[in-house]
């Protein structure tokens, strides 16, 4: 089979498609067949090398979301092969991920997929919903408490807003001048722009500040001005923690594996409560291309590859 692989660090260019041998499920593990599979940021940070130099391996795969079939089944696996699955393949190091034609994972990394939602939408859904969802987790809000999201026209971001929305909180969406029309139809109260500075802007609105901040944008000690004195401030980086002040309370999220929370995702999205986007879409032949404009940033929705 075809897989989009690391042999050396370095930057977009270090990515290759290779044949390598088909993977077979061991128990209690499913093999897909891979009909999409979403980038993310922690693509890049492994032919990047944030994960520290490549382990004595030939080569490591890339990709955390993938949509696809189950193509086989491992001892104990009940699961019908045909089935339309979605999957989180957290496990970083490994020679081969999701951006592959076939992916080999454990039962606690997939779910159904979303009935009738074409896969390069459905790819979009694992990593940054979870992330999304674990992080309001974090924050103790009630009904019509505020919430700051940063970076809110972002993946992670934009399923916040909706995933916050059916919380009853009051949102206070920061992205780009463009996103305000997007992100209010979402569910967002309040809209402030990036260019500004996030506690003064927020401030405007909510004077005594919000009683939680999701920084998607990783902004860190900016974006936690905008708390109110005892509030809650979660980043989904750990890199860019900002030392805890005033009695806010400091927390990090870090999603992984959560069959039950990935099924209820999945859920949300085929009734039209998430809205999956995609920017770009390539063939997995390419995948040294797409993670290039990966790197450029500036898209709002996720690039996929399709083998």
Not at 48 to 63: K, Q, S
Not at 159 to 183: K, N, S
Not at 244 to 260: C, I, S
């Amino acid at each position: 089979m075809r897989a989009a692989v690391v042999r050396k660090t370095g930057g977009p260019e270090a990515v290759e498609v290779l044949e390598v041998p088909l993977p077979e499920p061991g128990p209690l593990e499913v093999r897909v067949k891979v009909a999409a599979a979403a980038l993310n940021p922690a693509d890049s940070a492994v032919w990047a090398g944030y994960f520290g130099p490549m382990p004595e391996v030939d080569h490591t795969g890339l990709g955390l979301d993938a949509a696809g079939t189950i193509d086989a089944v491992g001892p104990g696996v009940l699961l019908a092969v045909g089935t339309p699955v979605i999957v989180f393949d957290a496990p970083v190091l490994r020679p081969t991920k999701a951006q592959a034609e076939y992916l080999v994972t454990d039962l606690n990394s997939l779910a159904p997929a979303p009935e009738g939602m074409d896969p390069t939408l459905a790819a979009t859904i694992p990593l940054n919903a979870t992330t999304a969802s674990l992080a309001l987790d974090h924050l103790p809000l009630r009904p019509r408490d505020t919430l700051l999201i940063t970076g809110a026209g972002g993946a992670v971001g934009g399923y916040a807003v909706e995933l916050a929305r059916t919380r009853g909180v009051r949102i206070i969406a920061q992205g780009r001048p463009e996103d305000e029309e997007y992100l209010r139809a979402r569910g967002a109260t309040w809209f402030v722009s990036r260019d500004e500075e996030p506690g003064a802007a927020v401030r405007r609105l909510v004077p005594e500040g919000v009683d939680g901040v999701l920084d998607a944008a990783a902004l860190g000690a900016p974006a936690m001005a905008a708390a109110r004195d005892g509030g809650v401030y979660v980043s989904v980086r750990l890199d860019v923690l900002p030392a805890p002040e005033r009695g806010v309370v400091v927390r990090h999220t870090a999603a992984g594996p959560d069959a039950p929370r990935l099924a209820y995702l999945s859920a949300l999205a085929e009734v039209g409560v998430l809205t999956p986007r995609v920017a770009q879409v390539y063939p997995l032949a390419q995948a040294a291309e797409a993670h290039a404009r990966l790197a450029r940033g500036g898209l709002r929705g996720r690039i996929v590859l399709v083998p």
